[in-house]
């Protein structure tokens, strides 16, 4: 059962998320917040597995509160989803240390996947505005100084396919390689290349034009 915490400011939107993480599915929605002010200590109470935030609210935004997540030791893989089609929200929000995003008009199928891909360690980002996020996130972003060659080849081809979005279980099958062993290549990528995370190994992906978003 994956614990999922809700933060939006609309009592609607959490409702509508609620129908769509059914305990049936495999989730169970352990906490809801109508503010980013509230998540630090929900979390801390739930321990959920997969933060889900909006962006705008009226005290505390979820940038900030993602932020303030992350300053803490452990915290779980957050979720941003948003109405607005914003480059540079939605890049703060990777910066803030988000480890996906989508839009609020994504089919539930999306949002289902992509919670279950941030509880499984992995990154979802929406193809459909990831090429101008991670260029706003590029501009304002000094990018890691290690050269891609210090990979080995094996690594520099598992760097490709998490930045075209693929999970460990994807990667190995395409591979032909164990899952564990893509584990270990993973940590490595993030060791050599002073990655934090899954979305960050995209975005240095995408700077090395190593893989070209839709």
């Not at 509160?65 to 703060?92: I, K, Y």
């Amino acid at each position: 059962m994956i614990k999922v915490l809700l933060v939006d400011d609309q009592e609607l939107v959490r409702s509508g998320l609620r129908r769509i993480l059914r305990r049936k599915d495999g989730f169970a929605v352990v906490g809801e917040c109508a503010d980013g002010g509230e998540v630090t200590s929900a979390v801390a109470e739930n321990r959920p597995d997969v933060v889900v935030m909006d962006l705008r609210m009226k005290h505390v935004d979820g940038i900030e509160a993602t932020r303030e997540l992350h300053a803490a030791d452990d915290p779980p893989p957050v979720l941003v989803l948003t109405t607005f089609d914003d480059d540079q929200l939605l890049s703060g929000a990777l910066r803030a240390g988000a480890s996906g995003f989508l839009l609020k008009d994504s089919p539930a199928e999306e949002v289902i996947r992509a919670v279950r891909s941030l509880a499984a360690g992995e990154a979802c980002l929406d193809p459909a505005v990831t090429g101008r996020v991670l260029n706003a996130y590029r501009a304002t972003s000094p990018a890691p100084q290690t050269a891609v060659d210090e990979l080995t080849a094996r690594e520099h081809d598992v760097l490709v396919l998490i930045g075209g979005g693929r999970s460990n279980a994807e990667i190995a099958a395409e591979l032909g390689i164990s899952e564990v062993t893509v584990k270990s290549h993973v940590g490595h990528i993030f060791v050599k290349l002073g990655l934090r995370d899954r979305a960050a190994a995209i975005v240095y992906a995408f700077d090395h034009r190593l893989v070209t978003p839709r």
